[in-house]
Nanobody, 128 residues
Framework: QVQLVESGGGLVQAGGSLTLSCAASFRTTFSVNTMAWFRQAPGKEREFVAA????????DYADSVKDRFAISRDNSKNTLSLQMNSLEPEDTAVYYC????????????????????WGQGTQVTVSS
């Protein structure tokens, strides 16, 4: 089946950087599915952070992280990454890796309902 395992979270000061990784185990057919990062802060709903299509040719970001975060994927290694720079206390949350339920889908990338598979999450804490 599908297994997604995030790593790389931690505690960092404001202005610092972190790189999150997601190791994916799934059948080759899933390599054409969009992958994304979502996050959930305490007391808030899960929100979209960034998405990337099957070959990395298309990416999308939430306005709050645009120009600070960069999403990438390596299909040969089945890994998804999120480079996070200029971190702010508002970025504090549990970050989740997700895999779209439908092959080739891009139009519904912003909705968490589009993603059938989720990792367990990794905590990112940014101190001021």
């Amino acid at each position: 089946q599908v297994q997604l395992v995030e790593s790389g979270g931690g505690l960092v000061q404001a202005g610092g950087s972190l790189t999150l990784s997601c190791a994916a185990s799934f059948r080759t057919t899933f390599s054409v599915n969009t992958m994304a990062w979502f996050r959930q802060a305490p007391g808030k709903e899960r929100e979209f952070v960034a998405a990337i299509n099957w070959n990395g040719g298309r990416t999308d970001y939430a306005d709050s992280v645009k120009d600070r975060f960069a999403i990438s994927r390596d299909n040969s290694k089945n890994t998804l990454s999120l480079q996070m720079n200029s971190l702010e206390p508002e970025d504090t949350a549990v970050y989740y890796c997700a895999l779209d339920r439908r092959a080739w889908d891009w139009s519904s990338r912003l909705s968490s309902a589009s993603y059938a598979y989720w990792g367990q999450g990794t905590q990112v804490t940014v101190s001021s």
